[in-house]
């Protein structure tokens, strides 16, 4: 169960089910590129008096990137407990950098 999880979340070319993966994971980046260039038009800002013209659209894009959180912090501990060498995951440059991305909403 191990090999297949890894193959399909690593190896998109060892399975349709892999590609298809692979292929919602770019789904859930684009979205995510998505809702934080939304996060940052001025029209969802809190204005200088302290209101928020657009609560429901904010809430929304919060809710969404709770979810892409939620996924890419599911997808990394999945990959990290299925890996066959955990040194060699730890040090892959692109794990650190996955790692390193998930911080900051645990932190704040």
């Known amino acids: 169960f191990r090999s297949l999880t890894w193959d399909t979340l690593e190896k998109p070319w ?7 993966y692979a292929l919602f994971s770019l789904f859930v980046v684009l979205v995510s590129t998505v809702t934080f260039v939304a996060s940052t038009a ?16 904010t ?9 892409i959180v939620i996924f890419f912090s ?13 040194l060699k995951f ?3 440059k692109m794990n650190m950098v996955d790692f390193l991305s998930l911080i900051p909403f645990y932190v704040a």
């Open 14 to 20: 060892t399975s349709p089910l892999a590609q298809n």
């Open 42 to 57: 001025e029209e969802l800002q809190v204005d200088e008096n302290g209101v928020q013209k657009h609560p429901t659209i």
């Open 59 to 67: 809430a929304a894009i919060d809710y969404v990137d709770l979810g």
């Open 74 to 86: 599911w997808e990394y501990a999945t990959r990290l407990i299925c890996c066959p060498n955990k």
């Open 90 to 92: 730890f040090i892959e």
